[in-house]
């Protein structure tokens, strides 16, 4: 008992301090006392420009170089940006399904998904489709970034994990099935599960042939990847998207991203399929569930808006004031976070804590309202 006791004093002495030498000559041993002093002094200046250290600044903001651009479908609708350390040092680690928020020069923020090599850990990927009537992120990004510029990002982050079977899930089998830009998340996916030998199959589908980004990269993997598109094959089936499903109790996995209309006609047609898991993202807006209508003021102007029973606080707010921010339109980055002064908030998101809540804090891209007028604080 009184050995255990000794040995326990003896490991709680501070482990920072030179350790007795061997031959207990000194109550230090003096190379060791060297050693750490070396040590010491080193680090400080080592630290910052250790290959192995963190680049992300404090707020977890980088600022990359943009060194490669380029055009990713043949309509050129569709680029990819190819982002570094300026120092070329390694970046923040992610894994497939995960996404950066873009700060643009103009303010605006933007998530896009990282569709590069995991593996490759001094560059990030992107790629951006041009949405010609959209909030104009997609514009700044087409035409504004060019290689050498800088661009601040946030991130890596993922709410699309790719869950490998036999590492979290039963599935033995994977189903990817994109839609047109959402082969983004889809792309590292179906090379992570090609690289692990896991037994996947694959459907792309888009409007035309010219269309669809990464059609090249996509063919190294034969017919594994089925390639459809509408203005030939016409539009697919639920079945068509899913495939053959096991016949024996191997189970299956499907993800997929790509427009709202098929994600929600995928769900409906595996609502009893408990042998299928699926896991998706959207790249628009989910569709507004029991919406009713309301109001909506600003506080700082007394202007009144009326929200639709179809549409976002979000979309009502930037009719009036088109500088209000946002960026997923999901309710989980936060980016769209306005705080209220009257009216009972209907909570639609899963980002804020209930201490928010309770702060007066909503997310106007999802959530709604319980009363019949909601007041912002812009
Ligand atoms: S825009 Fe992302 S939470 Fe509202």
């Given at each position: 008992m009184t050995i255990m006791t000794n040995n326990s004093a003896r490991h709680a002495i501070d482990l920072s301090t030179e350790p007795p030498q061997l031959y207990g000559?000194?109550?230090?041993d003096p190379l060791m006392r060297l050693l750490t002093g070396i040590g010491k002094v080193w680090f400080p200046f080592w630290g910052p420009v250790s290959p192995l250290r963190d680049p992300a600044a404090d707020d977890g903001v980088l600022t990359l170089d943009i060194i490669d651009r380029a055009v990713v479908a043949v309509d050129e609708n569709v680029i990819a940006l190819t982002f570094a350390a300026p120092d070329r040092s390694i970046l923040p680690e992610w894994h497939p399904g995960a996404h950066l928020d873009l700060l643009l020069p103009s303010g605006r923020m933007r998530e896009y998904s990282l569709c590069g090599d995991p593996g490759d850990r001094h560059t990030y990927r992107i790629a951006v489709r041009r949405i010609p009537d959209g909030g104009g992120g997609s514009i700044e990004v087409h035409?504004?970034?060019?290689?050498g510029d800088s661009i601040q990002i946030k991130g890596p982050r993922n709410a699309f994990p790719l869950v490998l079977p036999g590492f979290g899930s039963a599935s033995r089998k994977l189903r990817f099935v994109a839609a047109g830009i959402g082969i983004t998340p889809i792309l590292p996916m179906v090379a992570m599960a090609d690289r692990y030998g896991l037994d996947w199959s694959m459907i792309y589908s888009g409007r035309s042939a010219d269309s669809i980004p990464f059609a090249e990269e996509l063919a190294q993997y034969g017919d594994k990847v089925t390639v459809r598109t509408d203005d030939v094959d016409g539009l697919p089936t639920m079945a068509e998207l899913v495939g053959p499903t096991p016949d024996d109790d191997a189970g299956l996995s499907v993800y997929t991203c790509g427009p709202v209309p098929m994600l929600e006609s995928l769900r409906t047609f595996l609502t009893d399929r408990s042998d299928i898991e699926l896991h998706f993202e959207r790249f628009s807006p989910p569709p507004i569930l029991d919406g009713t209508e309301f109001q909506v003021t600003i506080a700082s102007t007394g202007r009144t808006e009326t929200v639709a029973a179809d549409e976002s606080v979000l979309t009502a707010l930037r009719r009036v004031d088109p500088a209000v921010p946002y960026s997923c339109?999901?309710?989980?980055?936060?980016?769209c976070r306005l705080k209220t002064s009257a009216g009972d908030v209907d909570h639609r998101d899963t980002l804020l804590t209930q201490p928010e809540r309770d702060e007066g804090w909503f997310l106007p891209c999802v959530s709604r309202c319980d009363s019949e007028s909601l007041t912002v604080e812009i």
């Open positions: 000559r000194f109550r230090r035409d504004g970034l060019r290689i339109q999901q309710g989980f980055c936060g980016t």
